[in-house]
């Protein structure tokens, strides 16, 4: 008996608009007849027009429309419950539709078994995994008809990973780690230390019990209101900076230099020789910040234009300012445990060395709080500019507190560090003498921390919060934004980083006169201790309420930077950039994040 196998192909349905039909039903059906040499001709007609060739060729419209129809009448269902699956991302199969071909008996010279046989297979169809064509138990590859044309597709190309907006996985890891060991280790040693400050004021001698109850008297009153100046400070330095940009950034440039020479000044008056250290230390950075203030100037016009955009979306989102608040209540529990420890380790074993680790961890700690803010009002501001909506505060306080800690922590321990020494390096390159080994090295030290800075900086942050990179990646990624928009030149010179560093330099020289002056009067010994202790809290609790400016600022050029065309930016960019461009030079200022 001989018979030929008939292929009828059912595309996968449609169940969007951009589908491409890619995975087919192939029907084979075996007739043979007794009569076939005299129906040969008629049904070798009708079989060309339901036969299909595998590779390409196309369907005819007669038959197509056919089995459209009859699908769309068996199938309704099934077609809605698929739909809803491909909304959800998910992988529809093909329903396997038996077709009885007894009225499309073909019969050629082919030689095949006799019987009917029905074969039903799936493939996918790619320039990898060919379609094959399987009858009974022979397989053979189809050729096309000299006849029929084949249609040539595409070979598809590999489309680049697409960032998303919604990434769930933590940054960082190593870096995570190594904070939560570290708070770890600073709640077990602060916790020890306070054990040994009481246990000294309840076992210890009477000279040990008087000199513990001196440190309690006269130093811990000093600090607690040095904390609590200090975030009065910080609310009230973001508000005015929000409130009156253009004439904040004036004042702080002159005040942070005014009020720490002030700071100098009076320290030296009380004539001993640790206030004398301390006061010469600040008049020198007066001098310097004065310095930097005549350096700056032309660059506060721009400063203040940027600062005004960036913080107009801040009113529409009523509720930005709740880490902050959050993250200064935080602090300032932890500084009062702190300063505990600090006087618990006055009684303890190697003094100096276990204070300087104090130091220390508070200072990461006290980083890592504030980019746990800039993490969180980048995201908000972020989606505000490439999605044009208002996300939740509070989930984006929560990604930044897990998803991105281990971000925040290894930007929070490197970035102040290379910030400061290019600060040095530069400082250095403005200068000119005549030893020309030393600036040779000046020179070559600062293509260094240049090269190293595209892998890290604080720009990385704004990356981070909006699509979940590590520390390194965005802060690549963002620099290579920057210099495909072409502007390198400019956020090197941004100076609202600076703005926001001598807020906290103003906040931490008001709480040295005010704790200076007060420890003077009852116990002079300590003022300089205590001098130090309160300009570090004010400048640290400072910094992290001006996180929010600066997490506007830095959102408005990366975003820039990312699409220049949203309507939510303005030309201020595109023409200072012209005007730096016939301004040859231009030198780059030292940003100070820290």
Not at 207 to 221: A, G, T
Request: proline fraction near 5%; aromatic fraction near 10%.
């Amino acid at each position: 008996m001989n018979g030929i196998p008939q292929y009828i192909i059912y595309p996968k349905r449609q169940s969007s608009p951009h589908y491409i039909p890619s995975t087919y039903f192939i029907h084979t059906h075996t007739h043979t007849s007794p009569h076939h040499n005299s129906r040969r001709s008629s049904r070798h007609r009708q079989a060309d027009v339901i036969t299909t060739t595998i590779m390409g060729a196309a369907e005819p419209v007669g038959e197509r429309e056919r089995v459209s129809e009859r699908r769309r009448e068996e199938g309704g269902n099934a077609r809605n419950e698929e739909g809803r699956g491909v909304e959800q991302g998910e992988v529809v199969g093909v329903r396997e539709k038996v077709i009885d071909s007894s009225n499309f008996d073909v019969n050629n010279d082919l030689n095949n078994h006799p019987g009917d046989s029905h074969v039903a297979m799936m493939q996918r169809l790619n320039p990898t995994n060919p379609l094959r064509i399987v009858a009974g138990r022979s397989s053979r590859m189809p050729t096309s008809s000299p006849s029929q044309t084949p249609l040539h597709r595409s070979t598809p190309t590999p489309q680049p990973s697409v960032t998303t907006l919604s990434s769930r996985r933590y940054t960082n890891k190593i870096s995570l780690f190594l904070f939560v060991f570290h708070m770890v280790a600073a709640v077990g040693l602060v916790s020890f230390l306070i054990f040994k400050g009481i246990q000294g004021l309840i076992e210890a001698s009477e000279s040990v019990k008087r000199k513990e109850r001196n440190i309690l008297k006269f130093y811990l009153p000093q600090v607690e209101a040095a904390s609590l100046l200090s975030i009065t400070l910080a609310f009230a330095w973001q508000k005015a900076v929000r409130q009156w940009p253009r004439i904040m950034v004036h004042f702080i440039l002159w005040s942070s230099s005014f009020l720490s020479l002030s700071a100098g000044i009076l320290l030296i008056c009380f004539q001993k020789p640790t206030t004398d250290a301390v006061g010469v230390c600040l008049i020198a950075f007066a001098i310097g910040n004065g310095l930097y203030a005549c350096w700056v100037t032309p660059r506060i016009g721009f400063c203040t234009d940027i600062l005004i955009k960036s913080l107009e979306p801040v009113p529409k989102l009523g509720d930005l300012n709740r880490p902050t608040y959050c993250m200064l209540g935080v602090g300032f529990l932890w500084m009062s445990l702190w300063i505990l420890a600090v006087i618990g380790a006055m009684n303890f074993y190697l003094t100096p060395v276990v204070i300087i680790a104090l130091v220390l961890s508070l200072t990461w700690t006290a980083e890592v709080m504030r980019n746990i803010v800039n993490l969180t009002v980048s995201r908000v501001i972020v989606l505000y500019y490439l999605r044009g909506m208002q996300s939740s505060t509070l989930s984006c306080f929560q990604r930044a507190v897990t998803l991105n800690l281990g971000s925040a922590c290894l930007g929070s321990l490197f970035v102040p560090t290379i910030e400061a020494l290019r600060i040095v390096v530069r400082g250095l390159n403005l200068l000119e003498g005549e030893d020309e080994f030393m600036f040779s090295c000046a020179h070559c030290c600062l293509d260094v921390l240049q090269c190293i800075f595209r892998y890290g900086n604080g720009w990385a942050y704004v990356q981070i919060a909006a699509y979940g990179k590590g520390f390194v990646q965005a802060s690549q990624d963002t620099w290579h934004l920057f210099q495909r928009q072409g502007m390198e030149p400019i956020v090197d010179s941004d100076i609202t980083s600076s703005v926001c560093f001598l807020a906290g330099v103003c906040s931490g020289s008001i709480c040295v006169i005010s704790v200076a002056a007060w420890t003077a009067k009852v116990h002079q010994t300590y003022t300089a201790t205590l001098s130090l202790l309160s300009f570090f809290i004010g400048y640290l609790m400072t910094r992290i309420a001006m996180a929010l400016p600066q997490a506007c600022v830095s959102c408005y050029y990366v975003c820039y930077a990312e699409n220049p065309s949203n309507i939510l930016f303005d030309k201020t960019i595109q023409d200072h950039q012209t005007v730096m461009a016939a301004d040859h030079d231009v030198e780059p200022t030292p940003r100070l994040p820290i």
